[in-house]
Structures are given as structure tokens and as C-alpha cells.
């Protein structure tokens, strides 16, 4: 491989929701020693790299993406010589560790914040987004908030409302004041100074608002049963140009430091979303690539997809792909536990850096929370269409032992229910199961560099069959996923035969691939190629 390539090219990441992941304390609430102690669990699992949901000081309100101090660990989390110790040890054993940096907002128990609301002539009045009320009073605008409901807070103190795009103790920093934009550098350069590798940036499109505060216009195909805030076109709200001002001196900031990764939490079209590449790609490295995240799971919109990313991107600007995270349902729940197979060969053979949710390796369930057991406030505030988190942020499964293996206290969350025989001690020993699946997919990728870096192209368009190749120098390989339940054949190219180097179904793997090969439902196939 091209040992010029930036390491993030070839790595795969593995997103770690720390309140689910390992409890070390008996709280009931995962730590960061719980993640220091299950790093031999992430090498043996063969991915590269962790990122890690925010860890900071913080009231809890948005489970950590709401930050009070953003150089202190939480103390539910733990402390800072706990993460010292954990970037240690990931690092002593070739795990890069990503942190989570939520630049948008703060938490209103921030002392930044604090300040802010103490009087309007405070110094840091102009670190948030304050205005009048409408000249007949009310808000200053009609801008939502996408937890629900107005996203202006009135301050009876001081007669004035603030902004917040999410709850309202999230209030939104001002990121047209030069000084909040120095104070987040030198944020930034705290944890790089630790040795950090990188950084996921939350909701990075957000961070400019209109400077004229104009009326968001409506939204003509909004309907019933999608959350509010969708109601309105977030025109003067989001994707703003000067955005990309922003992010150029966080990358420039980052840039500082040698081999560190900036990747970009953004949900836009394709077409918008690459322009955060940036100038020069002076934006960030990875603006995270959610279609799969959406898209209707058949063959030819799947391929339309990828075809339409691959063609949108700048050059020399590098793919990445994403599979579920903390604030979507899980794949498993979407496409079925069978189907979650092949989706996991489809995330780990495309161009491009992958993302793994933690759990999604065990085939991990969207789980059903009972009312009374919600914690997640978007659900609450938007109760009953479907937006809670809660069912996919549920604790990892280790073992059989009480509470599988995550806590000796009553988690935070329910476990899903099967978690006793689907776990990651049985599933490890069991060579067809979810996670040696993951495991033979991630040795696979690493032995193989036309996995990662290798081009990609289509295959044959089939209804049911999902084909493309990945090439480098002489290694050729045909991945062939089948994304329906029943068999499919596949046909070769003509001159060309085959061998399975790797099947969903391991069983398969070694068999060879004359001109015709059949898949059977939800199987998914690496065929290396010879001939032609
Ligand atoms: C995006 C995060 O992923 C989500 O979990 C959070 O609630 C919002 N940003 C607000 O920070």
C-alpha cells in the first residue's frame, strides 16, 4: 500500500456511545475505564480506530452534547488522567482515538454561558445569539428548534431571547464573534496536545446562522408525522457559505498538529455535502457520508447511490461510509437481522474509510423502550412519531452474566431481550455468527488493500443483486451482495472464474466460482478473480 496515504484512508472506525459500552463503576453507566478495559475485545475485533461520543463536562441534559466545560472529563465518565490512561493503552495497541467536539452550542451551565446571560453589557453577551423580541413581542423570528417547538428562549432578566437549534438549555455559540472561534481553537489544540488523532465535529452545518435572522420560508412537502422542525426549510439556519469559512480554520487549527483527522457530522443531499470538503479540500477530511442511512434497501437504488457519491466527489476527495450511529436506527431493526449481514459487507468492501456503531458488529436490535423508560429528549419533547434514540443506544452485550456483562448496576437503558444467547462471548464462538463475520470481513480488508484503497466499479444492473469490483494492480475482486431472501445467480464475466475468499455464510469460503455462482438469500459474497 501507498504509505503516503493518510492512515484514516485505510481505517475503519468504530463509534464507541460511551454510556453503553462498559460500566467500570456500578452506576449503571458506561466510563471511559470501562472502554480501556474492553480495548483487547476492539483489537481482537481488528478496527483501527475509536470515536468516542462526547466524554466533557456536562449536565446530561442531551446525554454529553451538551458540554459545560469542554477540557474536563465528566465525572459519570470519569477523569482526565482516566482518558490519559485510555489513550494510552489504545494507542500502545495501534487504536487511534477520535474525540467528539461539539462546537454549535454549549450546555447553559457553561461558565461562557453564564456570563453571557448575566446582563446585556456582559463581555460575553456577543458569544451567543441574542435578539430582541418581535417588534408586536414574541420571538425574533420563526426559526424551530429540532427537538421541537420555537428555537428562541425568552431571558426575562434581560429582555432578550437566545438561539438554540436543539434544547433549550443547548444555546447556540455565536460563531461569527472572532474570540468564540479562538476559544474553540484553543480547545481544540488541548486535546491534540494530548495526543488525540482526530475529531467528529456534531452538526458542523449549523455552526452560521443567517446574519440577517430572515423568516425560515415553509416547507411544501412537510406532512404529519414528521418532527416539527421540518416543517420550515432550514435555509437561513443551515449550510450557510460562510460555514465553510469556519471549518477552514478548524481544519487549519487541526492542521497544526501532524496526522490528524477531521471528520464532519453533516445530513445533507450528496450535492451539498461534498462542498464540505472545502476549498483545496481545506474543509474537512471526512464530511460523513449518511445516504445508506435512508435509502430504500434494493439493488438499484443502493447502486444509484453509490454512483452518485463517487461522481459527486472532489478530487482527491476520499469516501467514507456509514452504516448506523447513536441518533438512527439500528440497521438490524431496518433491513432485518439476516439482511445485516450483507449490509455489513457492503459497509466493509466499498471505497472509502467505514464507520462501525458499536453493538452493529453483534447484529444488535433496535429495541422497543417502554414509555416509562424513555430517556431521550427529542422523544419526549416530540413523543410518539418515531424519533427516540433511546432503542439504539441500548448497553453492548458482552456476556450471559447478569446485565450482560456491561454493568453489575441496573443500566441506564434496557438490554435488548435475546442479549443472553446474542452476545459477544457466544457469538465469538460460534464461526458463522454476526461478529466472526465482522472479524473475517475487517482481516480480509486489512490483508487486502484493493478492499480499502482500491477503485470501484459496477458490476451488471441487477433488481436483486448488488455488484461491483474493487481493483488494485493485479488483485481483482467481484463483491456480490444479495439483497433479497431468495436465491440469486450471478454470472461471470465471460473468460473469468472465480474464487470465494469470503462468504456471509462461511462455509462457502475457498469454494471456487466457475462462470456461474449462486447466492443463496441474504448471502453476500468477495470473489477474488483470475482469467480474462
Ligand atoms: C447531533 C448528535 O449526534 C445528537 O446526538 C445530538 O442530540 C445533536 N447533535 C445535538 O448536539
Redesign the pocket.
Known amino acids: 500500500m501507498n504509505a503516503s496515504r493518510p492512515w484514516w484512508e485505510s481505517a475503519v472506525i468504530y463509534q464507541i456511545y460511551p454510556r453503553s459500552f462498559q460500566d467500570s463503576n456500578a452506576d449503571g453507566i458506561g466510563d471511559l475505564n470501562g472502554i480501556t478495559q474492553r480495548l483487547p475485545y476492539l483489537v481482537d475485533l481488528g478496527i483501527d480506530a475509536i470515536w468516542i461520543?462526547p466524554v466533557f463536562r456536562s449536565p446530561m441534559m442531551?446525554?454529553g452534547?451538551?458540554i459545560s466545560d469542554y477540557t474536563d472529563i465528566d465525572p459519570i465518565f470519569g477523569t482526565l488522567s482516566d482518558f490519559e490512561r485510555l489513550t494510552g493503552q489504545a494507542h500502545a495497541r495501534g487504536i487511534k482515538v477520535i474525540l467528539d467536539f461539539?462546537p454549535?452550542?454549549s450546555s447553559d451551565q457553561h461558565a461562557w454561558f453564564i456570563e453571557s446571560r448575566a446582563s446585556r453589557s456582559n463581555p460575553k453577551r456577543d458569544w451567543y445569539i441574542w435578539r430582541d423580541p418581535a417588534p408586536g413581542g414574541g420571538p425574533p423570528n420563526n426559526w424551530l428548534s429540532?427537538?421541537g417547538g420555537s428555537a428562541w428562549e425568552f431571558d426575562a432578566a434581560t429582555g432578550q431571547y437566545y438561539y438554540h437549534?436543539?434544547?433549550n438549555s443547548?444555546p447556540d455559540l455565536n460563531w461569527r464573534n472572532p474570540d468564540v472561534v479562538e476559544a474553540m481553537r484553543e480547545v481544540l489544540r488541548f486535546w491534540l496536545r494530548k495526543g488525540v488523532d482526530g475529531f467528529r465535529v456534531?452538526?458542523i452545518w449549523h455552526l452560521v446562522k443567517d446574519a440577517l435572522f430572515r423568516d425560515n420560508p415553509p416547507n411544501p412537502d412537510y406532512h404529519a408525522g414528521r418532527p416539527p422542525n421540518e416543517a420550515l426549510v432550514p435555509l437561513y439556519t443551515t449550510d450557510l457559505p460562510e460555514v465553510h469559512d469556519v471549518i477552514a480554520t478548524l481544519r487549519r487549527t487541526v492542521d497544526e498538529f501532524p496526522d490528524r483527522l477531521l471528520i464532519g457530522?453533516i445530513y445533507l443531499p450528496v450535492e451539498r455535502l461534498v462542498a464540505y470538503y472545502g476549498r483545496d479540500l481545506g474543509g474537512v477530511h471526512l464530511p460523513f457520508n449518511f445516504a445508506l442511512l435512508n435509502v430504500r434497501w434494493d439493488a438499484r437504488c443502493i447502486q444509484s447511490l453509490i454512483a452518485e457519491y463517487e461522481g459527486a466527489l472532489p478530487q482527491g476527495g476520499w469516501p467514507n461510509w456509514v452504516l448506523g450511529?447513536?441518533?438512527r436506527p439500528r440497521i438490524a431493526g431496518r433491513v432485518g437481522p439476516l439482511q445485516a449481514a450483507v449490509a455489513a459487507m457492503l459497509l466493509l468492501t466499498l471505497r472509502g474509510t467505514p464507520t462501525i456503531y458499536y453493538g452493529d458488529e453483534l447484529g444488535m436490535p433496535q429495541v422497543e423502550i417502554p414509555r416509562d423508560r424513555v430517556r431521550d429528549?427529542?422523544e419526549r419533547n416530540v413523543p410518539g412519531i418515531g424519533v427516540g434514540?433511546d432503542g439504539c443506544r441500548t448497553p453492548m452485550q458482552w456476556d450471559a452474566s447478569d446485565n450482560a456483562g456491561f454493568s453489575t448496576a441496573d443500566p441506564w437503558l434496557p438490554l435488548a431481550d435475546a442479549w443472553w444467547s446474542n452476545n459477544a462471548a457466544d457469538l465469538r464462538g460460534d464461526s458463522r455468527s454476526m461478529l466472526n463475520l465482522y472479524r473475517r470481513l475487517l482481516r480480509l480488508r486489512k490483508e487486502t488493500p484493493a478492499l480499502s484503497v482500491g477503485s470501484y466499479r459496477s458490476y451488471a444492473l441487477d433488481e436483486d443483486l448488488l455488484v461491483y469490483y474493487r481493483e488494485l494492480d493485479d488483485t481483482r475482486l467481484l463483491v456480490a451482495l444479495n439483497l433479497t431472501d431468495r436465491p440469486q445467480a450471478l454470472i461471470l464475466e465471460d473468460g473469468t472464474q472465480g474464487k470465494i475468499v469470503l462468504s456471509t455464510a462461511a462455509e462457502r469460503d475457498g469454494e471456487r466460482a466457475p462462470g456461474t455462482v449462486t447466492l443463496a438469500g441474504h448471502e453476500g459474497l468477495i470473489i477474488a478473480l483470475s482469467g480474462h
Open positions: 461520543s442531551d446525554f452534547y451538551d461539539v454549535n452550542h429540532e427537538f437549534a436543539f434544547l443547548q456534531d452538526v457530522e450511529n447513536h441518533d429528549p427529542f434514540r
